[in-house]
């Protein structure tokens, strides 16, 4: 068996590598096919500057991506140069309106011909709210005049005649994928099999002798003696990678197109077009929770229970997450995850998400149903019967992924009082600004206005789509498994898992119960506890476990030796003010 184990890491590394190394095996040649396919009419602009890229074939990726930024800028400069009203214009306005300022004065600022009436129209769309406005200070109405004028390069101009950031980002990933060419664009589907089938069969068999080593149960061999379990080097390399995956995921796709390319035969198989980003991360991701699931299976197959919540998951993964969303795109539908739930899914109410449901429609609206439902009956319901395991531990991906390819490292996470301060502050903060967030968003979908106290609501999505959505729940929530444990994000950040919480701390029949006279302190409950909770603690002094952070996965109970701890619903009465376990007998605390 052991000569299997290392065969087949060995085949998991070759793979690895091979995926690894594909990234430098490339070369870039910008054509006019390319432009055509990618920017359309905006190809004679974008050639005015990026004329030289054309037809030059780049060996690096890395300086393919920076001639491509480089152009852009310059095609924005040149059009807010010829489109922006100039500082002089500017002062020719303030000297033309005294007092009070008159959308008339456009006509004696901007002569005619296409770039005046450009100017005029834009200026009115943007700053024709200072029409009659009165401006004792001159200084005050320069500075509106300004502010204007910058609004109209930095949201106008850069749209309609130039590229504006977000196209920009999209742009650079689309047209470095087209442009790509080598041994993996020629062969996706032999690099498929070298990488990807090649590291199932390696993990495969690593992973399947695992149940030849000796009687079920869980056994502490080493587990904080291990580099890969104790934040040891591999431990360290292995989240550094991730971490350097999610970055580059979800802010510079442009440098991971070979990967994607890849993927394009599933992709194609299962939707009719070729693979994005985001595809290769839903097919990555479902990968790693089929194929941990398998080790998580081997690991606690003593425990039915954990043997169908990890089925579970794997299931709503692979058909709900991945599979079924795809087939909706293949049949013209929309993209829609039946299992995910706001405030997790934070764009369910973003106006192009509301519009396509809408105008899908009875299966959009249908779908728009189905996730308000969600929200408002679902959460408090199965919450009430299940407790917030119903949701974290047995259907949500992130649950899904934390609890297979992250188990190795559920005993990184902090047990302090001080991480669980940190805990309740910062998830609660999340949920908030995704109250927040999601108020102003749908303020701008009812009135159209994008402004709200001085704050653009659309910038306020973008933060938190960036720190929130990318930030912390990809790069810190993943990245972070073998540094902190395997359930930073459920833990510290999902706003989700706080809404479910606070449903479950004061409303639901659920509750993990102790036999105190039974514990033998052996620590096994805490160590093994992904959520940071010193489950011992409670154990020793035979009191329920009602923390609203509990995922109720039930290991806790998986890993003791007495069978002290079990997962229960109840009726609700008897979850708070349990007696404090003092030797054989229970002694009340008076509040």
Sequence with gaps: MKTIKIAGLALFLLGFGIFLGSFFTASYQLTTKVLDDQIGDKKEVFLSSGQDMVGHVYSSNFSFVRDLDKTFRQVNQQQIQVYGISDDEVDQLANANKGTFELASLEKVFKEGEVADYKKRTFKDYGGWLDGREFTNPGDLRSQLNNVVDNIKKYQIVNEKGFDKYKIKDLKYSITKEASTGPVSDSPGMFFFLTYIVCIIGAMMYILPKIQDGPPGIKNNGLFHRAMTNVGWLGILTGSFLIIFYIILYFYPEYMTNWIIMVDPVSIFLKGSEAGRFFLYGFIYTLCILVMGVRMIIKYRHSKYQIARTFSVMFFQTAFAFLLPEILL??????????????????????????????????????????????????????????????????????????????????????????????????????????????????????????????????????????????????????????????????????????????????????????????????????????????????????????????????????????????????????????????????????
């Design 330 to 591: 293949r049949l013209n539908k929309p993209y829609f995850d039946f299992k995910n739930i706001w405030p997790l899914d934070y764009d369910f109410f973003f106006d192009n998400e509301l519009s396509t449901l809408i105008e899908s429609g009875g299966l959009g609206i249908f779908m728009l149903g189905w996730g308000i439902a969600l929200i408002i009956i679902g959460v408090p319901v199965f919450v009430y019967f299940f407790g917030k395991r119903w949701y974290c531990s047995w259907v949500c991906g992130c649950g899904g992924l934390a609890e297979t390819l992250g188990d190795p490292y559920r005993q990184l996470s902090d047990k302090s009082l001080k991480a669980w301060q940190v805990e309740r502050w910062l998830i609660h903060a999340v949920l908030g600004f995704a109250i927040v967030m999601t108020a102003a968003v749908l303020y701008t979908y009812w009135t159209g206005n994008s402004q709200i106290l001085g704050m653009s609501s659309y910038d306020v999505r973008s933060v938190y789509g960036a720190w929130i959505g990318a930030g912390f729940a990809g790069v810190v929530g993943t990245g972070f498994y073998p540094l902190m444990g395997n359930r930073v994000w459920c833990r510290f950040g999902c706003p989700l898992a706080a809404y479910l919480g606070l449903v479950q701390r004061f409303k639901s029949r659920f509750r993990i119960t102790t036999n105190g006279g039974q514990c033998i302190s052996c620590g096994n409950c805490s160590t093994y506890c992904e959520m940071g909770i010193d489950v011992r603690w409670y154990a020793q002094r035979g009191q329920n476990i009602i923390r609203s952070s509990c995922v109720g996965c039930g290991v806790c109970s998986s890993v003791c030796p007495r069978g002290v701890l079990n997962l229960e619903v109840k009726d609700e009465e008897g979850r708070f003010g349990q007696p404090i376990l003092l030797g054989n007998d229970g002694v009340k605390l008076n509040a």
